[in-house]
């Protein structure tokens, strides 16, 4: 990987003031194992190649439209390149805190000389947004729950099941996934789901059927609680991010199955914060540039079981760096694991996104 002139102008001039090292750059990310991933697949290797090039990490990409729009108030950008989910991207390119972007520019060719914008297809869904993977919302059960007598779950629907499937479940606390769920297993279509979400009576029928089991739901807001909870017997069965299910399955080796039924397929990726400097701007293409090529995206699926966003980085994944598996069966885009997939319409998302959660909250206080 060779730097461009403009870095090396930029680098020789922060070297000229006295800094430890060329240039350093903050990532923002979600922590845990899938910013180990990152770590191991993208930066490492970057910086090992880049000696002058220092990453430090932030784990706030919750928080990163909050985070950003202070940012832009105070006039102090301190981010050099984010992680978000497509929905929030899409919000942060509509209020100008995020860059456009020329995704021809910005991430290389597949190696058969495919163009990165016809490799990424039709996961660009915003003039800001660089994919990364593709992941899932979808259940994990335990499989020795001696009530069951020997039945486990099949479909999404069988949440709603307390009478065949009793115990505890987690579920997401906001409307994001449940509302889907709830009208789908209602008799909505799937393909109906959104116009029928978008009506008040959509909204309440939605939550007619949640209060099916609202007494038996454990609340979770961060993806490592359901696999605890999964894993300590506190729940039965519940919803997370289907990389966090593979953990606790194949990394801890806890009594758990995967439900892939009604998986809600999302995408995460980077965003480039509008504003920045032209030597940290530089910087930041040049990462992306080594970062988002086929064979580093498929590298990350060593470490995680999360889908490379490149149609090429697909057939390059291999077996998982500590385990030894095959992690191509365990991706939420293998095709045994796809055959009913719910594809979240972020558009519709960033616009609803807000009042639903008012509502949502109003009825957990109920």
Known sequence: MKLSAAFFATTALTLAAGSASAIDLTFVSWGGAYQNSQLKAYAEPYMAEHPDVNIVWDESSGEAVAK?????????????????????????????????????????????????????????LSDCFIPEIVYSI????????????????????????????????????????NMEWALMCDGVAKEEVYNVLGTDEGVARAFKKLDTIKDQVVWWTAGAETPQLLADGEVVIGS???GRLFSVIAEQN?????????????????????????????????????????????????????????????????????????????????????????????????????????KFQAWLAQ
């Not at 007598?149 to 996934?177: E, H, M, Q, W």
């Not at 480039?272 to 701007?281: C, F, H, N, T, Y």
Request: aromatic letters at 10%; proline letters at 7%.
């Open 68 to 124: 950003l729009r202070a940012m832009k108030e105070a006039g102090n950008l301190t981010w050099d390149l984010v992680d978000v989910t497509i929905a929030d991207a899409m919000r942060l390119c509509d209020e100008g805190l995020a860059m456009e972007v020329d995704i021809n520019e910005v991430a290389a060719p597949a190696p058969d000389g495919t163009s990165a914008s016809d490799d990424f297809g039709d996961l660009l």
């Open 138 to 177: 979808t259940f994990g059960y335990r499989n020795d729950v001696a009530a069951w007598n020997g039945a486990t779950p099949t479909t999404v629907c069988d949440i709603f099941d307390t009478t065949k499937f009793p115990g505890k479940r987690s579920l997401y606390k906001g409307p994001l996934y």
């Open 240 to 242: 997370t991010y289907n």
């Open 254 to 358: 806890q009594p758990v199955s995967m439900l892939w039924d009604a998986q809600i397929y999302d995408i995460d990726g980077w965003i480039i914060p509008a504003g920045l400097p032209e030597d940290r701007l530089a910087a930041v293409k040049d990462f992306l540039k080594f970062g988002t090529d086929t064979q580093r995206l498929a590298d990350q699926a060593k470490f995680i079981s999360y889908g490379p966003a490149r149609k090429s980085s697909a057939p390059l994944v291999g077996k998982h760096a500590e385990l030894g598996i095959d992690m191509a069966p365990h991706m939420p885009t293998d095709p045994a694991n796809a055959t009913n997939v719910v594809m979240m319409d972020f558009p519709w998302w960033a616009d609803h996104r807000d009042d639903l959660d008012a």
